[in-house]
């Protein structure tokens, strides 16, 4: 019995590393749409009057202190549809973690080099969002290497147990 149970065990180890993969692709792609959709709520974001559909003239702030835009907003509720999408299965949601992990590191080094004031920053971003998509990036590269890191584990031979002294 206990080597059937070590074998239950193993048969369900990968598969359990993929359905982490991609729940916490969902629970980011989750994120990304709440996030999307409070862009456009008075009172979590100020100024919703002065929001625009593109550019740096756009005075809305989520929370207060994050520069958004209708397409700022745009942009998080296709990265949730996304994620949502991609969350089917573990391969497409790894792409997804380190995808999007990869284009807020882009959307990070933008930030850093667009002149805020400029009609370049059409996103809009200010100095909030770029520490914020610094933040985003790496946390979505890493969930993605550390949700589906492979460990070799140390499987019993032919069924022995040596902790228990079983076989």
Same mark, same amino acid.
């Given at each position: 019995?206990?080597?059937?149970?070590?074998?239950?065990?193993?048969?369900?180890?990968?598969?359990?590393?993929? $359905? !982490?993969? %991609?729940?916490?692709?969902? &629970?980011?792609?989750? @994120?990304? /749409? =709440?996030?999307?959709?409070? +862009?456009? *709520?008075?009172?979590?974001?100020?100024?919703?009057?002065g929001l625009r559909w593109a550019g740096h003239e756009?005075g809305a702030r989520l929370f207060g202190v994050f520069?958004?835009?209708?397409?700022?907003?745009?942009?998080?509720?296709?990265?949730?549809?996304?994620?949502?999408?991609?969350?089917?299965?573990? $391969? !497409?949601? %790894?792409?997804?973690?380190? &995808?999007?992990?990869? @284009?807020? /590191? =882009?959307?990070?080094?933008? +930030?850093? *080099?667009?002149?805020?004031?400029?009609t370049a920053n059409v996103l809009p971003v200010n100095?909030?969002?770029?520490?914020?998509?610094?933040?985003?990036?790496?946390?979505?590269?890493?969930?993605?290497?550390?949700?589906?890191?492979?460990?070799?584990?140390?499987?019993?031979?032919?069924?022995?147990?040596?902790?228990?002294? %079983?076989?």
């Amino acid at each position: 019995m206990a080597g059937s149970t070590a074998h239950a065990r193993a048969r369900r180890g990968p598969g359990e590393g993929q $359905a !982490t993969v %991609r729940r916490v692709a969902r &629970g980011v792609a989750v @994120v990304f /749409l =709440v996030v999307g959709v409070l +862009g456009f *709520v008075p009172g979590i974001t100020s100024d919703v009057g002065g929001l625009r559909w593109a550019g740096h003239e756009s005075g809305a702030r989520l929370f207060g202190v994050f520069q958004v835009s209708v397409l700022h907003n745009l942009v998080h509720l296709l990265f949730g549809v996304a994620g949502l999408a991609l969350a089917r299965t573990a $391969a !497409t949601a %790894r792409a997804y973690l380190l &995808g999007g992990g990869a @284009v807020y /590191l =882009v959307l990070w080094l933008y +930030g850093l *080099v667009v002149d805020h004031d400029s009609t370049a920053n059409v996103l809009p971003v200010n100095t909030a969002d770029n520490w914020l998509h610094l933040g985003l990036g790496a946390a979505m590269i890493l969930l993605g290497l550390v949700t589906t890191r492979t460990g070799t584990r140390h499987q019993p031979r032919h069924g022995l147990d040596r902790s228990r002294g %079983r076989g």
